[in-house]
Structures are given as structure tokens and as C-alpha cells.
């Protein structure tokens, strides 16, 4: 089983920064990437970050990568996704995930390559 907790958003001006961070509890199971994805009403999840937890690889959406930073702490069974210059259209639900070892790979910034998620956390930006 594997539960996963969202917590840091928030509402910010624009230009300002923001930690999200997503605590795993996995029992009985183990997972081999952790992601981050955001969501607004009507549109399709996207993926933003991606780290697989074993080698820290990570990975970042072209569209953010100067802005989103993702990284874990493996002893505290945490992902972080730290977002920095925060712009009007970042405004969206954040998400994390994790994936399976066995399931099917899509890529690591495509949400069908995971199988667990948390509720998400809100992130609103403000100009």
C-alpha cells in the first residue's frame, strides 16, 4: 500500500516561491519514481517533475525547468518540488505520485506511468 501526502501550496504573488512537499508511507510495496504533476479544471494532468528515487535522476518539463526543482530525502520518505518565479499560469492543483516498479513504463512526466497519487495541493498565483 502506498499513501501519499501533499502539503505547501498555497496562495502567492507572482514572483514568489513556493516548497511543495509529499510525504510517501509505503507499506507492503515499493516504489521506483516519485512525480509531480498539476492539474487546472477542464485540462489534462501534466507532468512537471520526476525523480527516480533510487539513482536521484531527475527529470523536468522543458516549460519549467528553469523555475521547478524537484528532490527527495529518502530518510524522511519525502519528495519536494520547489518552485521559484511563480507566474499566473502556474496557478493549478499540484499533485504527487509514485510508480510501481512492474507497471508499465510511459515516460516520466506521463501520468499513466503511475499508479498511486495524493489528493493534491492547491497552488494559486496572484499578479
Known amino acids: 500500500q502506498v ?5 505547501g501550496g498555497g496562495s502567492v504573488q507572482a514572483g514568489g ?16 519514481y516519485m512525480g509531480w504533476f498539476r492539474q487546472t479544471p477542464g485540462q489534462e494532468r501534466e507532468g ?10 531527475t527529470f523536468t518539463a522543458n516549460s ?7 528532490s527527495q530525502d529518502s530518510a524522511k520518505n519525502t519528495v519536494y518540488l520547489q518552485i ?19 507497471g508499465l513504463w510511459n515516460g516520466p512526466l506521463v501520468p499513466s506511468t503511475y499508479h498511486h497519487w495524493g489528493q493534491g495541493t492547491q497552488v494559486t498565483v496572484s499578479s
Request: net charge negative; glycine share 6%; charged share 20%.
Open 3 to 7: 499513501q501519499l501526502v501533499e502539503s
Open 17 to 32: 516561491s513556493l516548497r511543495l512537499s509529499c510525504v510517501a508511507s509505503v507499506s507492503g510495496a515499493t516504489t521506483d
Open 48 to 57: 512537471v517533475a520526476a525523480i527516480a528515487t533510487g539513482s536521484g535522476t
Open 64 to 70: 519549467v525547468k528553469d523555475r521547478f526543482t524537484i
Open 84 to 102: 521559484n518565479s511563480l507566474q499566473s499560469d502556474d496557478t493549478a492543483m499540484y499533485y504527487c505520485a509514485a510508480r510501481d516498479p512492474l
